[in-house]
């Protein structure tokens, strides 16, 4: 349990900012291609990351922290959103694993779009589609599809 790597895509102002983050858990997550295969349902692969944080909503990056801060205070950001993090449904993405790069990524430079570029070049691809945070032990539940 939480021996799971992920990278977190942010959208911001046509950039993605990719946060990687160890020590999460991948619960019911499984390579897209083989769920695919298996059960013909391209649904299949739909879970949940358990992300341990503290009180402070202060999540452990490679090599940083991040304070998480929510998407519509996210929005508000004139600068500095590579140091922040957050969890916006229909917006952000995961990506099992870690990404090969932390600096931004400018949309425009993918013909379709860095999302759908990386999502058909790689299983593991995960739109984020609800976040919630719970005090009592303090982590998110990231659900993906």
Known sequence: MF????????FKDGYYYPHVLHGVDAVGISDGATATAQSGNTNSDMGTV??????SKI???DNSVLPYVSPKAYEALADGVE???TFQPQTDFILIGEYESTEPIYDDDYE????????STR???HQIVT???YEL???FEIGVR
């Open 3 to 10: 021996g799971d790597t992920i990278t977190v895509f942010n």
């Open 50 to 55: 358990l992300i341990q944080t503290n009180a």
């Open 59 to 61: 999540i452990a990056a």
């Open 83 to 85: 140091s922040v993090i």
């Open 112 to 119: 379709t779009g860095f999302y759908d570029d990386i999502n």
């Open 123 to 125: 299983d593991g691809v």
């Open 131 to 133: 976040a919630v945070y």
């Open 137 to 139: 032990i303090p982590h």
